[in-house]
């Protein structure tokens, strides 16, 4: 999958709220897509939304493309990504079996 394919994709399951968790923590979030960013609200100690942008998926997506692929959904493989725990859940919900492409 493209990252133009993903983030559409992104964009239609999030337009109505999504929820869905971290993977390694299991910390619970909700996303929501608005006026061209995800929204997402954890439902743990702070409660403020995080607008997130197309680029700072990318930026993930990009790192991801490059990884073996037992190593793609891993958290400390984005510590270059202050949110890459939340983008990483959502690309794996999207991405399901599909393969990154760059």
Same mark, same amino acid.
């Given at each position: 999958?493209?990252?133009?394919?993903?983030?559409?994709?992104?964009?239609?399951?999030?337009?109505?709220?999504?929820? $869905?968790?971290?993977?390694?923590? /299991?910390?619970?979030? &909700? *996303?929501?897509?608005?006026?061209?960013?995800? #929204?997402? !609200?954890?439902?743990?100690?702070?409660?403020?939304?995080?607008?997130? $942008?197309?680029?700072?998926?990318? /930026?993930?997506?990009? &790192? *991801?493309?490059?990884?073996?692929?037992?190593? #793609?959904? !891993?958290?400390?493989?984005?510590?270059?990504?202050?949110?890459?725990?939340?983008?990483?859940?959502?690309? /794996?919900?999207?991405?399901?079996?599909?393969?990154?492409?760059?």
């Amino acid at each position: 999958m493209k990252f133009n394919e993903f983030w559409i994709s992104l964009c239609k399951k999030t337009s109505g709220g999504f929820e $869905s968790q971290t993977l390694a923590q /299991k910390r619970p979030f &909700i *996303a929501t897509y608005s006026s061209g960013k995800i #929204i997402v !609200k954890p439902n743990y100690k702070t409660k403020e939304p995080r607008p997130l $942008s197309s680029e700072e998926f990318h /930026k993930v997506w990009i &790192i *991801a493309a490059k990884l073996p692929k037992h190593e #793609i959904f !891993k958290r400390k493989n984005y510590n270059n990504s202050y949110h890459g725990s939340y983008i990483i859940s959502m690309m /794996k919900t999207i991405l399901g079996e599909e393969e990154i492409e760059e």
